[in-house]
Structure formats: C-alpha cells, structure tokens
C-alpha cells in the first residue's frame, strides 16, 4: 500500500520530460520591417508632391520574440508504400474477406437447403399408389390412384376418398412396394380326368 504514496512522489519531484522540453524551442525568426518605397513620379501637369518624411534608421537589436507554438504529438500512422502496388491487389484484399463469407455460406446454408428441396420434389414426383402421405391440410391417407401429374386420389378412411393435388401434400410418410397389376387371368379349362 506504500507503493502508489512513493510511486506520487517520485513522480512530483521529478516531473517527466514533456514534449515541449524535449524539443529544442525553435528560433525566432528576425525579419527587418518593411523598407518605404517611392512614390511614383507624378506627371508633370500637377503640382510635386511633398518629399517623403526620411526613413526611420534599421535597428539590429533583438526584436520580440513570440512565444513558440504549442506541438500536439500523436502517434503517426506509417506511411503507405507505395512502390508497386496495384490498385486491382488492393480491391482484392479489400474483397477477399468477403468472397470467403459468402462461399461459407454458400456451402453451409444454401447448398443443403437446395438438396432438401430437390429431394422433396423429387419424393412428390414419385407418389404412386399404396404410399402414406401427409397433406398441408394435416389430413393423412394412403394413395390410393394417380389422376394425373398434378393430381392423386388419397384414402382417408374407409369408403372415404378425396381427389389432392400434388403440391398439396407435404410429406412422403410411408413408401410402399409398387402394386402390380395381376394380368386378366384367362380361364384354363379344367383338365379331365
């Protein structure tokens, strides 16, 4: 706890160089005050102007000097290179990031998501009969015939069917075995015996 009473102390008694001491005070600058020039000769139709009162000596002592100016100092930023740069590297840096973020989520949102939808298309196109299905309506039946490409004919209970398009259903619950239509079967006579 004696450490910050000492640390002020020490900090009193010798007070940091600041930037205004470390930096040399800057000469004044002397500058000899403006010498009088001469009138212009008049012309010669009016009257000659008074002579001008005699310049005043140039004196050489020290004149005032001004106070110096007070110099912020703040950590420069390093300067640019600019040997060799290109301007079409620079927008590519500056784009880089970018491109990178968009094809992560290209690859890790848009990608799947396209999949997911091909395969449910894909599953809508292929309902046939026998398949359990869930409608957007939230009613399930089996299919029992296809109409035609946008339309099924759906079970819902027994005795119960309702003719759905295909864009109504939502999900493919259970795939079934294709039905196999039996051929006519012909009557074979009996054998004799």
């Not at 005050?33 to 010669?44: F, H, M, N, V, Y």
């Amino acid at each position: 706890m004696n450490l910050i009473p000492q640390a002020m102390a020490q900090t009193e008694q010798a007070p940091a160089p600041s930037a205004d001491s470390a930096a040399p005070a800057p000469a004044p600058v002397q500058t000899p005050p403006p010498e009088p020039t001469a009138p212009a000769p008049a012309p010669a139709s009016e009257a000659p102007a008074p002579a001008a009162p005699p310049a005043a000596p140039k004196t050489t002592g020290p004149t005032p000097a001004t106070p110096p100016a007070k110099i912020s100092i703040a950590p420069a930023a390093p300067a640019p290179q600019q040997v060799g740069t290109d301007p079409l590297v620079d927008q590519f840096q500056i784009m880089a990031p970018f491109l990178i973020i968009i094809a992560i989520v290209y690859f890790v949102v848009l990608r799947p998501q396209q999949r997911a939808q091909k395969a449910a298309a894909a599953a809508l196109r292929n309902v046939r009969r026998g398949d359990v299905v869930a409608t957007s309506g939230g009613l399930i039946g089996k299919v029992s015939r296809t109409v035609d490409d946008n339309e099924v004919e759906v079970e819902l209970g027994p005795n119960l069917r309702v003719r759905l398009l295909r864009s109504a259903i939502t999900e493919v619950r259970a795939k079934s075995e294709p039905v196999k239509d039996a051929p006519p079967s012909a009557k074979t006579p009996a054998a004799k015996s």
